[in-house]
């Protein structure tokens, strides 16, 4: 069965600093996805990125960017000289090809960037 | 081009009232989810639909909880009667079938609907 750990429930850093937010996945299938999601305080959910399970390339966009491990199983997200903005709740997800691509998602690490 | 639109953004009943949330998705989408969000359970799927036929409703609560998706552009969730336990917020969201690009394997959520049943 396919899960995903995000193991941060909460995280709290200044603006400017740079935060990483763990995420971990378990799955059998050799062709999955994983995603990362925003919900800001108004509760709406944003996709940000979405990786397949061939492709560990890192990616980076703008201040943000994330680090795919597939050897510890790790979908990892780091925001850059964080803004106040980017406080929300971040959610990592997981689909696998074998389960109609429904998605599972992890708990959830709520991040408050102070000024 | 629009995203998932949803409908109310806000409810608020009364325990045992029938509640419906709508959900149009976005335009040549063929897959349709309903998400509920609460405190102690996180996201969990409700339903889904391909090509407007329900495919999985294993993450149906109980009876009291129905959807349908009359065509390709509208679907219903409805729970009759609600009880306070229902209070959550309740997403839909959509995504393209087929393939195995970017647009076939993500899911875009429309601004779910909070409800709150007294």
């Known amino acids: 069965a396919q899960k995903v750990t995000q193991a941060q429930t909460e995280i709290s850093v200044v603006e400017k600093e740079d935060v990483t937010l763990d995420c971990v996945y378990e799955?059998?299938?050799?062709?999955?996805?994983l995603f990362w999601y925003k919900q800001p305080p108004s509760g709406e959910l944003v996709f940000l990125i979405r990786?397949?399970?061939?492709?560990?390339q890192n990616e980076i966009s703008g201040r943000y960017s994330w680090n795919f491990q597939k050897s510890t199983s790790s979908f990892n997200f780091t925001i850059t000289a964080s803004q106040v903005v980017d406080s929300a709740v971040y959610f990592c997800a997981l689909s696998e090809e074998g389960s109609a691509r429904q998605l599972t998602f992890g708990s959830g690490t709520q991040l408050t960037v102070l000024p | 081009d629009a995203g998932v639109i949803q409908s109310p953004r806000h409810e608020v009943t009364e325990m045992g009232q029938e509640v419906t949330l709508r959900c149009k998705p976005i335009?040549?989408?063929?897959?349709l989810f309903w998400y509920r969000q609460t405190m102690m359970r996180g996201l969990e799927l409700l339903i889904y639909f391909n090509n407007n036929v329900p495919i999985d409703d294993s993450g149906m609560p109980e009876d009291r909880f129905s959807a349908k998706m009359p065509n390709a552009s509208f679907s219903t969730l409805k729970i009759q009667p609600s009880e306070p336990r229902d209070s959550a917020v309740y997403f839909c969201?959509?995504?393209?079938?087929?393939?195995?690009?970017?647009?076939?394997?993500?899911?875009?959520f429309g601004p779910g609907t909070r409800l709150l049943v007294l």
């Open positions: 969201a959509s995504r393209v079938g087929g393939g195995s690009g970017p647009t076939h394997t993500t899911q875009y």
């Open positions: 335009s040549g989408h063929d897959y």
């Open positions: 990786r397949n399970s061939f492709d560990e």
């Open positions: 799955t059998r299938d050799t062709t999955y996805y």
